[in-house]
């Protein structure tokens, strides 16, 4: 029988959470594991989530800038979208950012194993491996770092052709004609940002009042009124009853805001209506932790009710669905369990991004929940068609929001949707980590010209002052 290695730490899972504590814990010294069950690391975001639907995005983006070339004085009479090489151009990029993660995981000498990692009593993890092999290693801490999935519609099952979820999407062979998104959070919005630009008809039906639901509600409004300028055909309050398989694609029956039935056709079907947490089989059962519908119970520490586990990412129970969160969960996890002293995160400064056209960045509270929380507010706009960059880039629509408290002026929140806001947004985390107030974000001289200006002129807008409008 095979020597059982000992540990100071085992990671379970090398998504964004689990890659970044195995490295950091490899840069604090301590001897480390990381396992993972399929043949390439870095998880959801590298593989199928974060940086494939980037990649698309920015193909959406060329092909936009192809499509009104006739504005920027460019006379482009023949353009055509080669799908195959646009998949070759996301893969590469997944293959070489892979690469980054194993060659990180190596200079921090983490040791890489490959197989189903389980919890098997105390400080011991059973990996069992594409063969169905299994071996146990000693650890005297593990963190749990095993993600998440789509969550399916009962009775529909992913075929790769037809009934899609953000796996399967990213890997089809060829446009389809027609798509029907169910969900119009961060994921569906993003898809219907991609294929609409590529050309195929989508409609995405929300079973919320607004789209992209978690936003301040009237980011949420000026995303629905670009998407239908655009073109893409958006139902909200609307309640899927049945999707069908048919011989063409798929049939989705929905009852609408009028409470009407519906029923519409299409090629394809994208389920993007949720994540489920991947906590089933880990060996949960026997120990300590606690599960809120099937999430991860934790402290500030990441640390769970059972001693030496920590569970970070995807699935801890209350932690937005983020790879940013999961990078500082595994951070925080990691620097407590060698020892050191760490800061509880922060989730009320978490920048949350949606990739869509136009995109969407926030962080803090929403006006409704800042008015809810009981504040008196002062709340700044300024929209990206007064701001010279915006005007440069040929983008009319947007705005940035600033919500702060009326008595001492500190920043509860920030709302944007525009153009390139996904940057924009860290100007204001870092505000808000400070404590900063919206006169200070005033006396912050910004570049021109800039789109970052917007966050400044919706600063002076706080007090009635924006400049150039
Ligand atoms: C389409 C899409 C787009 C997204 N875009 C963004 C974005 O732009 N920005 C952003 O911040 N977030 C984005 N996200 C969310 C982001 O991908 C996740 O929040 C992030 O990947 C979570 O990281 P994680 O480490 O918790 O888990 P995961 O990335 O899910 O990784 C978990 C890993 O654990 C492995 N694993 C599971 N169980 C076991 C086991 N028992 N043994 C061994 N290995 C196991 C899995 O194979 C996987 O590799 C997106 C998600 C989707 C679906």
Redesign the pocket.
């Known amino acids: 029988m095979a020597e059982t290695l000992h540990y100071d730490l085992a990671v379970?899972?090398?998504?964004?959470?689990?890659y970044v504590a195995a490295i950091r814990a490899g840069q604090l010294g301590l001897k480390t594991a990381i396992?993972?069950?399929?043949d390439k690391l870095?998880?959801?975001?590298l593989h199928?989530?974060?940086i494939p639907?980037?990649a698309l995005l920015l193909n959406a983006e060329v092909l936009d800038y192809f499509k009104n070339a006739k504005e920027f004085g460019i006379v482009c009479k023949e353009f055509s979208v080669d799908w195959a090489a646009v998949q070759t151009r996301k893969d590469k990029i997944v293959k070489k950012l892979a690469k980054g993660v194993e060659f990180l995981l190596k200079k921090n000498h983490v040791d890489m194993i490959q197989?189903?990692?389980?919890l098997a009593g105390p400080g011991r993890v059973s990996v069992t491996d594409a063969k169905g092999q299994t071996s146990e290693i000693a650890a005297k801490n593990v963190v749990l770092?095993?993600?998440?999935e789509?969550k399916m519609l009962p009775g529909l099952e992913a075929d790769g052709r037809t009934i899609l979820t953000?796996r399967e999407v990213l890997e089809l062979k060829e446009l389809p004609k027609s798509m029907i998104i169910i969900g119009a959070g961060?994921?569906g919005v993003?898809f219907a940002s991609i294929f609409h630009r590529f050309g195929t008809k989508v409609t995405v039906l929300e079973m919320l009042p607004h789209a992209v639901p978690l936003e301040d509600e009237e980011i949420s409004a000026e995303m629905e009124k670009s998407f239908r300028k655009q073109g893409i055909v958006l139902h909200t309050q609307a309640r899927v009853e049945k999707a069908t398989k048919t011989a063409q694609g798929v049939s989705v029956a929905f009852t609408g805001a009028d409470g009407k039935a519906q029923t519409l056709e299409a090629e394809t079907l994208l389920v993007a209506v949720g994540?489920a947490p991947?906590t089933q089989?880990?060996g949960l059962e026997k120990t300590r932790v606690e599960l809120e519908r099937g999430f991860v119970k934790v402290d500030g520490t990441m640390q769970t009710a059972e001693p030496g586990v920590f569970a970070?990412?995807?699935?801890v129970a209350g932690s937005p669905?983020?790879?940013?969160?999961?990078f500082a969960e595994g951070i925080t996890a990691v620097t407590h369990a060698a020892g050191r002293p760490v800061e509880p995160i922060n989730y009320q400064q978490v920048p949350n991004?949606t990739?869509c056209e136009p995109e969407i960045a926030s962080v803090g509270l929403s006006e409704r929940q800042a008015r809810e929380a009981g504040h008196k507010l002062r709340v700044g706009r300024f929209p990206f068609s007064a701001n010279s960059k915006a005007g440069i880039l040929g983008v009319r629509e947007g705005f940035v929001k600033i919500v702060s408290d009326e008595k001492y002026g500190e920043i509860l929140g920030v709302h944007m949707i525009g153009p390139r806001v996904t940057e924009a947004i860290a100007e204001a985390v870092a505000v808000m980590r400070l404590e900063g107030t919206a006169e200070d974000l005033e006396h912050i001289i910004h570049a021109h010209p800039t789109l970052a200006e917007a966050v400044l002129e919706a600063a002076h807008a706080v007090t009635g002052k924006a400049i150039h409008i």
Do not use: M, Q, W
């Open positions: 379970i899972g090398s998504g964004p959470g689990g396992i993972e069950k399929d870095g998880g959801t975001c199928v989530g974060c639907t980037k197989g189903f990692g389980r770092a095993t993600g998440s789509a953000n961060a994921v993003e994540r991947n089989g880990l970070i990412g995807d699935i669905l983020l790879a940013h969160v999961a991004c990739y």
